[in-house]
């Protein structure tokens, strides 16, 4: 049973750049969440998505976008990368009924 | 809204020795509580959860937390620590409690060091 694949696992970008990470939800479940989680902090809710709409949104700015895919599938777009963006970005999937599934996350690193 | 607040930046443990983990939580409501586990360079990982019930919480790898509405409190704990318990540790809540478009929000963690 696979559980929440995230791709890719690491990366350097660019200040001003921009960059697009990936997440494949657990088999049977139709919300996946994002989170940020900077060096030495605990992870920030970025924003939810559900039936293809984002539901919910965390305090971040609109250079933060995401999709989700008919398959359940997400994507979390960054644009215009500061140096600050640089943490650890993590996708969670869940449902009704089951709880929150992480997975190993995404390490962004922007120079 | 809810939030969990984690007072203590690390926490340091002999092997074989109790441990605690503190959490204090704010919410509105009941309350809808977590700890999760986080080794170097992995995910998060679930530990326990408290909905309802029983106050005392068991959950993976011999933790359990206890739950404590008039101290708003919700302390992990083991009653004998291993080395390979060192990680960093983050207590949850989910916001709103019982709704299916809930999120959930983490303290800022505690990093729990065992030395043999």
């Known amino acids: 049973d696979a559980g929440v694949t995230q791709s890719p696992t690491h990366l350097i970008k660019t200040r001003g750049q921009q960059v697009t990470l990936r997440c494949s939800p657990k088999?049977?479940?139709?919300?996946v969440s994002w989170y940020q989680q900077a060096l030495g902090q605990g992870p920030q809710f970025i924003f939810q998505?559900?039936?293809?709409?984002?539901?919910q949104r965390g305090n971040f700015p609109d250079r933060f976008s995401g999709h989700q895919f008919p398959n359940y599938s997400s994507e979390l777009n960054v644009n215009a990368l500061l140096l600050g963006d640089s943490a650890l970005y993590l996708c969670?999937?869940?449902?009704?009924?089951?709880?929150?599934?992480f997975g190993s996350g995404t390490r962004l690193t922007v120079v | 809204a809810q939030s969990v607040a984690q007072p203590e930046d690390q926490v340091n443990v002999a092997e074989g020795n109790p441990l605690t983990v503190k959490c204090t939580y704010s919410?509105?409501?009941?309350?809808?509580l977590f700890w999760y586990v986080q080794y170097p360079n992995r995910g998060l990982q679930f530990l326990l959860k408290?909905?309802?019930?029983?106050?005392l919480v068991k959950g993976s790898y011999g933790f359990e937390a206890e739950f404590n509405k008039s101290q708003t409190s919700f302390h992990l704990k083991k009653p004998s620590a291993l080395v390979s318990d060192s990680a960093l540790y983050f207590c949850?809540?989910?916001?709103?409690?019982?709704?299916?478009?809930?999120?959930?929000?983490f303290g800022s963690g505690t990093r729990l060091s065992i030395r043999p």
């Open positions: 969670a999937s869940s449902s009704q009924g089951d709880g929150y599934t």
């Open positions: 088999s049977g479940h139709d919300t």
């Open positions: 998505y559900y039936e293809e709409e984002e539901r």
């Open positions: 919410v509105s409501g009941n309350p809808y």
């Open positions: 408290y909905i309802t019930g029983d106050n």
């Open positions: 949850a809540v989910r916001d709103p409690p019982h709704s299916s478009a809930s999120k959930i929000i």
